[in-house]
């Protein structure tokens, strides 16, 4: 990517991820967001997080918070 000249990148949170059950937080998702920062800083590639929720929560078809 950066060889193209691509120095950011918008990377999807997705909040289903980050809590797949109420009050059950996932160390191991948020650590692989946490290692794909960790990569592309070696690689002078900068992230904006995208806190996707899809608007509505999964009791309306989406994928936010509840």
């Known amino acids: 990517m950066s060889q193209l000249g691509i120095n950011l990148v918008r990377l999807g949170v ?3 991820g ?3 059950e109420r009050d059950q937080y996932s160390d191991d998702y948020i650590k692989n967001i946490e290692n794909i920062i960790i ?10 997080l995208d806190m996707h929720n899809d ?3 999964e009791y309306f078809c989406g994928e936010g918070v509840p």
């Open 14 to 16: 997705m909040w289903a």
């Open 39 to 48: 990569l592309g800083k070696k690689y002078n590639i900068y992230f904006l």
């Open 55 to 57: 608007c509505y929560s």
């Open 18 to 20: 980050v809590e797949p």
